[in-house]
């Protein structure tokens, strides 16, 4: 067990570009959080899956965002169309949970992130 | 709406000495959960502890304890003995555990710590 994976570490791109993140849970974690921490900010929550189900969403997740769970493995992040204010480390985690929507006793295992960073 | 207020965004302290880090809240909920997150410079952030509103008794861990004051909404971290690897930013964080919402933190904005020989 390596604990919580995330590929990029960093990304430079252009406004007006796409990019896309992944994250590789802890094996058979079910549940899923993608969060994003901005300059002198803690993190704030984007979404979640239970195994492939997306299951809530963050107003802050505007049109220009998606994300998957395929298999109920790995997931993706895609920013379209990128603007300077996507800039921002978005952090994938992950939890054992089974039940869909209890988080009464929910332990988050995060990963080290992905530096975005928007020229 | 949940807030979470950390006024100190540096602090320093020497080696094997202690330190406290503040934090408040504000929520109208009577049941829910408080955590110290710490995030190294790799970036991950890992648990430090956790509180639970309805135990009256501090969570302890080791050199971390908490100091939780649930009528002041108040949660600070005392760390003891403290040493270069706890050299970090510190976030307090803060869950309802609702059925029917997942597991979203409200994060404070961090303490920048750093622990001098």
């Known amino acids: 067990d390596t604990g919580v994976s995330q590929d990029p570490r960093h990304k430079i791109t252009k406004r007006g570009q796409n990019v896309t993140f992944r994250c590789d849970p802890i094996?058979?974690?079910?549940?899923l959080y993608w969060y994003r921490q901005t300059l002198g900010q803690g993190p704030e929550f984007l979404t979640y899956?239970?195994?492939?189900?997306?299951?809530?969403k963050s107003r802050l997740l505007s049109d220009r965002f998606s994300a998957e769970r395929p298999k109920g493995s790995f997931s993706t992040l895609e920013i379209q169309r990128t603007e300077q204010g996507d800039s921002a480390m978005y952090l994938c985690a992950s939890s054992p949970n089974r039940e869909p929507y209890l988080s009464t006793n929910e332990k988050l295992f995060f990963g080290s992130g992905t530096q975005l960073s928007v020229l | 709406a949940q807030t979470v207020t950390q006024s100190q965004p540096e602090m320093s302290v020497q080696e094997a000495e202690t330190v406290t880090l503040s934090c408040t809240y504000d929520t109208s909920e009577n049941n829910y959960y408080l955590f110290w997150y710490k995030q190294p410079p790799s970036r991950q952030m890992i648990l430090v502890i956790r509180?639970?509103?309805?135990?009256?008794q501090n969570a302890t861990e080791n050199r971390f304890s908490v100091n939780f004051q649930k009528a002041a909404k108040s949660f600070s971290l005392k760390i003891s003995d403290s040493q270069l690897g706890d050299t970090a930013m510190y976030f307090c964080a803060f869950r309802v555990p609702l059925t029917g919402t997942a597991s979203k933190l409200t994060f404070g904005t961090g303490t920048r710590l750093q622990v001098m020989l």
């Open positions: 509180q639970e509103a309805y135990k009256q």
């Open positions: 899956f239970q195994n492939e189900a997306q299951l809530e």
């Open positions: 094996s058979e974690h079910n549940r």
